[in-house]
């Protein structure tokens, strides 16, 4: 039975190769593991920067998020955004995110300093974005844009 919990640093190594394998998976991208590494240990570090969460088959971990947040003065509240999405190819299509996601909605809906959640997704993951348009999110509204060192 798949479980979700708040991650730990034990299992840092396991979400620093989930991250390197979805970026390669969905953007082509060969990530330095040791800043991927570094990267990871500094949210369990500093749980201002995110928490992580994995979803659980008995003692194997076989998915990974990463929650982040930012405030929203529009609505004096916490918005919080997910990011950095995995799930291990045989366990996909088997509902691991939707609970993962149903998880942290519950920490939404219970919690009224957070007003919602975010996420975005490569244009071209087509899989991803029909994933999040079934369990009820939408694309509809926002357009992210960015520029990156």
Known sequence: MIETRLANKFDASKIVEFQI????????LELNKETVNDGVISVFRDPQKGKYYVAVDGDEIVASLLITHEWSDWRNSWVYWIQSVFVIAKYRGQGVFKKMYNHIL?????????????LYVDNTNVDARKVY????MNGDHYQVFEWMK
């Open 21 to 28: 394998n979805m970026a390669k998976e969905t953007e082509g």
């Open 106 to 118: 519950a920490i939404v809906v219970d919690n009224d300093e957070i007003s919602g959640l975010r």
């Open 133 to 136: 348009t079934k369990i009820g």
